[in-house]
């Protein structure tokens, strides 16, 4: 654990401990039953926000799975099944899960609204059976019995708040893996997620049975809570309601998850207190849920922000090069006399429908080398860094990487196998912070040194910073940072200078130049600004309309009048 | 078991003319719109509402009809203000808040537990297959839903307006550029989806429990059809739906399965889903 | 741009500072007994959401206004606090908590909730306050230690108006559709068999599987292929409804349908006026469309004098809080919830006049005191008393 999660883990646990003495101490059994309500239902919004919020999808029967941790508890109880209540919310969620892994397999492999619309179904069908079989020992008043230690409202509301901390303790942590920053990544973009070798499916359906595991539990704590069970208390409606107030609140946060159970069941007592009719709740929540999803923000968020422009002032983080663009020379790297090719394009031919985009291309990349790919706009280039990064459907020919067929492989497994590639436009979800980002990037947490390094010789600011915070500028070069820290066997990089200044560009050349030999990665980069692939470029070659035209060491080629001529009328091009 | 099969045959003209105007909003304005249902039950209230108040009916068939047509062009206007160029994802999650909020409102006005006395708008039996009465009710919803797909169907594929409402749902801001009146046409397609459905729950209010909240959630077998169609075929939809009515009433005519019946609009999206699962496929945008 | 969202975060932070203010307050006003000159009474009702039984509370404080405006129960005014549950149970439950604990209630009555009994009937027995329910409406109403309603409840009833159907109606295949919710697969058949061991007859169709939601034409005929002549249901009104016109578009004939008593509404009447089904309905008090009734007087004058409307949800409300105002002048000393408790415990039967059998608590572990009904039948759109008399089932 950093020292930085390290102190955001005692502050959470502080603040709880604190206000756990408070209610206990200070307020009456009533309010401490509703405040055990509250925190409960903030347990389920942390699943729901985790699927809504984080992962950008709209799950909504995340009740019926409290209702099956819920059942499980009831069930063993009624048996009196060994262990006692702790074990059996542990089940509960547990027996969530399959339910979760049930409905999100189909649903998720497709793109799409479809795990919204199969899981409205599963939640209506689910209604009706739990509405006519109900709980075990319902009709009997066999209530849920508590452990000795936990019998007092009292102490079964610091156990509940004790799960939730634990929870978003966990979550918190698992948001800085791999894993956990995928989630945030792919709701911004799937294809720049898949492209650091995420499998979205995956990614999407651990999110989901991880959410149904939370559900689960909390079901488990209000059968613990309430002794007894009603199925109204997990209908679709409920659901719905508690997605809508999800999506008001920013469940993915804590303070967030807590804020909405609070609205939950504070909503109602107020009303009450005001003699207003108990409905005028759910019209504030679909008002407020309306209203955060067209400021494209949630209350959590926005407080955050709040206090990070309050506390450390709003500042905009740009480039951290500190050298002399002047004083740089660059030189292309140098490649041994007999490299293999590390990466082998061989006839690559890609149509769109009667257009033919690509047109028997065949090139290769030998080890250690920087090549430029370049050409006028609409040559192609970018269609090839799609069809050999796996981006494409189909295509016609043969893709080697390092002498291994890469041809059906889908895109992730592309990425794993060792190829990494940049996006003409920066894809890096907003929402995450750059230390976050290297670790999807590099599909595993680096040593604070390693990332330090590498963040600093790149002229990005430090892991603790939001991407949110840094110009676009910045975020190019984190782009490259990121493909790079994985150390692939090759990157193909994207106009990797697109929106940088001049010097900018200098500087980033002289990077793209040291690749090979400081990470063992070769390049290949599809560019505009012929400084830049002058710079760096062992050999280029020039796409226009599909075919190579040209190829060969890079200053013989750029004087190529062929070469001239097809970059005539492109403005970008002949300036140079 | 064929009995109980054709009894089906009603529920499944409402879903098929449901699930079709679903499919016709999300191709159109590329909204999956949770409302669908719960627009039709506002426009069906309004008309029982204004019957109890001692209007004639073909008034308050009317008056009803435009109240569901308004509320429709009322969403379709707050979804072009605030979210016409936001994502899928986010469109739909509007709809489902705005569900639950149309839901709060319409048990609140139109009261729970009391019947309304629904109007036989389409009285009679039309013949007898198999031992069951086909009522006119039902032929009149199963013709209504074959003549909105044809209608939507001719009208994507025929007409400049319907080729122009396409190229919006694809690229609304260009299409805004090159002169096409977006707000307009698509305030009118919710419109129209609204009308529908509206006219289509008044037909089969009288042999449904008609309250708020059941006619609202008529909108899960629709979105069943709807992805039998793949949110694309009307008449893939059109026959889902009537497949799934047929399917239900099967359902409830089997001993072992009846308590299952209500199970079965989540089992055909399943296995809609499981069967048209092929490789990943990567959207434009993003 | 963020204003808005500043906007709502303000508001909803005020609501929970509020309620927290409220708690500080609140906690100190807890155990008011008589000595304050008030008796705090509470119910906790459906009144908004799926549900409207407000009437019957509403009923129940019409009396007890009366009670107060003539110097209450010896000078001790009671003090009725209705609780909207919006039929969620969490509302439910914090409702009654707010009930017993913070507004000190002694005693529950005139409650009437699709799911009081069901989330709070453990609650009550563990604080040791019972509920005179005014309208039973969940199965644990009629199966708690805590709660006596003083309707029939919907399995007496199934068993009266099948008892009806089979002496009266002389009915040979009797069928059953029900709708079957909160784990009461088991209390219909339930019902059934007292009814074949009454009547010595064995039941035709069983079927446990209608929906809530959904079209009923299989059903309907499922029962004309079983050759059933007379059919009991126990749905609700809009179900109700749409099961008779589904009859009627089915061209049905020579099917008797029971109902229990949420048919009993004159929307229904209305609703089905034109239908050409033979409609029963068995009713849970006197029939309160009877306006000739002699039994109805008290309650009638009482209603028309406070503006209530004239339905059996009155009635529930009414009787109820009749019977609690006759148990508290009956205790000595502080009213306080421990005496309300023993008073209940130890009530010899009341007569009622709106009821057919005397109303009962005591200490049993399930409460169904009322064993009759009044059956009437849907004619030209208005209910018709069919027994004079009450329709009373043998004890068990």
Known sequence: MSSANLKSTLVTILIACVATAIINFTLTSYWVFLFTGAVVAAIALLGVGLVASRAGMISLCQMSFAAIGAWVVAWLNVKHAPGSLLLWVLLGGLAAVPFGIAIGLPALRLRGINLAIVTLGFAAAFDVILLSYTFPGQTKFIFVKRPDLFSSDQAYFALCVAVFVILAIALNLLSQTPLGASWLALRHSERGTAAHGVSIPQSKLSAFALSAFIAGLSGGLLAGQLGTLVAESFTLMVSMVYFVVTTMAGAHLAEGAIFGGMLIIFFPEVLRRLNLPQDIGNVFFALGATQALSMGGTMAEDLRGLFRKIFKGKEIVASGFTEDAALVAVVPPAVKANAKAMLDIKNLTVRYGSVVALNDVSFAVPEGSVVGLIGPNGAGKSTLIDGVTGFLATYDGTVLLDGQKLDGLLAHLRARAGIRRTWQQTRIAPQLSVGDYLTLAASRRLKAEESEELLLWMGCPGPQTAISQIDAGTRRLLDVAGVIAARPKIVLLDEPAAGLSHQESTQLAARIAQIPARFGTSVLMVEHDMDLVRMVCNTIFVLDFGKIIASGPTQKVLDDPRVIKAYIGDPEGLAT | MFTSTVAGLAAGGAYALIGVCLVFTYRLVSVVNFTGAAIGATGTFAMVMLREQGFSLPFSILAGLACGTVIAALLGAVMMKWFASAPAQTKAAVTVALLVGMIALGLRITGGQHPRPFPDLVPGSAFTLAGVVITRAALVTISLAFIFTIAATRFLNRTRMGLQLRALSERPVSAELIGIPVRKLSIGVWATAGIATTLALMIIAPQRAPNFLTFSMLVVPAFAAALIGGFRSFWLTLAGGIALGLLEGMAAGLSGLAQFRSAVPFLIILAVLLWSQRRARWDEQR | ?396
């Open chain 3, 1 to 396: 741009m963020k204003k808005h969202h500043l906007i709502s975060m303000a508001l909803a932070s005020t609501a929970i500072f509020a309620s927290a203010l409220m708690a500080a307050t609140s906690a100190s006003a807890a155990g008011p007994t008589c000595t304050d000159g008030k008796i705090v009474v509470g119910a906790v009702s459906t009144i908004t959401g799926p549900a409207d039984f407000s009437e019957v509370p509403k009923a129940a404080q019409a009396t007890f206004d009366v009670v107060n405006a003539a110097g209450g129960i010896n000078g001790c005014k009671i003090d009725y606090t209705i609780a909207d549950d919006k039929a969620d149970p969490q509302v439910a439950a914090q409702s009654a908590r707010d009930l017993v604990e913070n507004k000190g209630a002694v005693v529950m009555t005139g409650s009437a909730s699709l799911l009081d009994c069901a989330v709070n009937a453990g609650y009550y027995d563990k604080q040791g306050i019972l509920s005179v329910h005014g309208l039973g409406v969940d199965p644990v109403c009629f199966n708690a230690p805590s709660i006596s309603p003083v309707n029939v409840g919907p399995y007496t009833l199934t068993t009266a108006v099948l008892q009806y159907g089979s002496s009266v109606l002389k009915a040979k295949n009797l069928c059953g559709i029900f709708w079957i919710v909160g784990g009461t697969d088991e209390a219909y058949p339930a019902a059934v068999a007292r009814w074949e061991k009454l009547s010595g007859q064995k039941f035709g169709m069983i079927d446990l599987t209608l929906p809530f939601q959904g079209d009923y034409t299989p059903y309907v005929l499922k029962a004309r292929d079983a050759g059933c002549d007379a059919v009991v249901m126990n749905t609700v009104e809009p179900q109700i409804v749409q099961m008779i016109n589904t009859a009627d578009a089915q061209n049905i004939t020579g099917i008797k349908w029971l109902f229990l008593a949420p048919g009993y509404t004159e929307q229904v009447a209305k609703t089905l006026a034109a239908t050409k089904q033979e409609i029963y309905v068995g009713t849970e008090w006197e029939p309160y469309t009877d306006s000739k009734s002699k039994s109805n007087e008290g309650w009638n004058a009482a209603m028309s004098a406070a503006g209530m409307p004239l339905t059996a949800f009155t009635q529930g409300g009414y009787e109820s809080a009749t019977i609690l105002v006759d148990v508290l002048k009956s205790i000595d000393g502080p009213v306080t919830r421990e005496a309300v408790t023993a008073a209940l415990h130890n009530l010899s039967p009341v007569n009622n006049p709106l009821v057919g059998t005397p109303y009962t608590f005591g200490m049993a572990a399930s409460h169904a005191s009322s064993q009759g009904t009044k059956m009437v039948k849907l004619e030209n759109g208005a209910w018709k008393v069919e027994t004079p008399d009450w329709f009373v089932l043998p004890p068990e």
